[in-house]
């Protein structure tokens, strides 16, 4: 076999020394991140935006995009013992076939040279290039069998290191994603305390210049760049919000009344939207002090279901009857514009009163994910529960989260 500027594969750099380098690059640009910006970021696009940008994406071969070319060539025999040469020294060459079989690529070029944390003997050889692979073997008197042959073996070769390799990505990005989201979580709570630190000293506070150190230039780019969340850059100020804790316990109340009220099905049957929000207040009330409303004027209009505390909006809520995705998304929108820069906790209380519950269930997650408002899907133990982030279009980096509740209550 004659490979022109072939070079060996998967052995010149350590994949693991490269991977631990590029995460601990990673870590240090969220540490240098401008603090106020940061600050004023939204943590699910700052977790979204670190991640996207510095995972590695799989390597892809594209098998059914394989081609293949003939040439005319010129094989130096000078080395092969069962010849007649009288001068080896010298290249010796005699009319022959070259055949190269392309594979294209997607992935980090890089990547194809570096030594994964399992290891084989006699890694393959192939001429790389930005987008492809090409395999060459040259001879006399070629034939399909013996071309195929070779191909195939060669070909399997690769395909069983870049499992090795793949193997430590996979790992690499799942660190990732847990390493990264550590690191914001800590890194906001340290700069909180020092804000918190800063105020109660009692004194003038400094003036703060917008510095932003982030850069991405020492890591390679991938076709969609990924944007910074666009944060503004001055002094972050402090919000009330509620303690998840707290809100938890708010949709656990909830869900506990509704399912009484599944329950008992002919007691409520005829209620309406209004007369069904009333069922939660009771109960809410008893947990805070009478501080829970309903039809409250809040933002620019009437909220079902809203709990303050002095001037702080802590939880909004809708209750409405399942009417299909054109009133749902309604709701959404309805929500919205109900909250403050103050209100980052809220839920809509869906109530069905048609027979395929399932059904209704099914589409809550499509729904909202359709809404420009999506942000984020979180994880929610409960089958009739769900649970978003999402956003106001004035205001992206506030996050406002969004339960989505859903309870059958047959007319």
């Known amino acids: 076999m004659n490979y022109n ?12 020394d490269y991977l631990h380098e590029r995460l601990d690059f990673v870590l240090r640009e969220i540490e240098n991140h401008s603090p106020d910006q ?3 970021s939204s943590i699910h696009d700052l977790e979204e935006y670190y991640i996207s940008t510095y995972e590695i994406e799989p390597f892809e071969i594209h098998e059914d995009q394989i081609v293949a070319e003939v040439q005319d060539t010129k094989i130096d025999v000078s080395q092969e013992s069962g010849r007649y040469i009288r001068d080896r020294s010298q290249p010796f060459y005699i009319p022959g076939t070259l055949t190269s079989i392309e594979i294209p690529y997607t992935g980090i070029k890089e990547l194809l040279f570096m030594r994964a944390s399992t290891i084989s ?3 393959p050889t192939a001429r790389v290039e930005q987008n492809k692979l090409i395999f060459r073997t040259a001879s006399q008197n070629p034939s399909n069998e013996d071309i195929q042959k070779e191909f195939n073996s060669w070909f399997n070769q690769i395909k069983k290191f870049l499992k090795y390799t793949e193997k430590d990505i996979d790992g690499y990005n799942q660190n990732l994603r847990t390493q990264v989201k550590q690191k914001i979580k800590h890194r906001r709570e340290k ?3 020092d804000r918190e630190l800063e105020s109660s000293l009692g004194f003038p506070l400094k003036k703060r210049r917008g510095n932003n150190t982030f850069t991405t230039k020492l890591i390679k780019k991938k076709k969609i ?3 910074i969340p666009q944060a503004s850059n001055s002094a972050y100020e402090p919000e ?8 938890n316990l708010i949709l656990d109340i909830i869900d506990k009344t509704a399912i009484m ?9 005829d209620m309406q939207e209004e007369q069904l929000r009333d069922q939660f207040l009771v109960p809410l009330n008893s947990h805070f002090e009478g501080q829970a409303t309903g039809e409250t004027f809040n933002a620019s209009g009437k909220t079902d279901i809203l709990i303050r505390e002095k001037d702080k909006c802590l939880f909004i809520a809708e209750c409405k009857i399942w009417r299909g995705k054109k009133y749902f998304l309604e709701a959404i929108d309805q929500l919205l514009s109900y909250t403050t820069w103050r209100d980052s906790k809220t839920s809509i209380l869906i109530f069905n009163r048609n027979k395929d519950f399932t059904s209704v269930i099914d589409q809550i997650p499509e729904i909202v994910k359709e809404h420009d408002s999506f942000k984020k899907e979180l994880s929610s133990t409960k089958e009739n529960s769900f649970k978003f982030v999402i956003a106001k279009e004035s205001d992206p980096n506030r996050d ?12």
């Open 5 to 16: 500027s072939s070079r060996v594969l998967f052995s010149d750099l350590d994949l693991s």
């Open 38 to 40: 940061f600050l004023n």
């Open 121 to 123: 003997l006699a890694p």
């Open 191 to 193: 700069l909180l305390k």
């Open 225 to 227: 760049k990924p944007s």
């Open 240 to 247: 009330p919000k509620i303690q998840d804790s707290d809100y």
């Open 261 to 269: 009220l599944e329950r008992s099905p002919s007691t409520f049957k």
């Open 400 to 411: 406002i989260y969004l339960s989505v509740l859903v309870f059958n209550v047959p007319s």
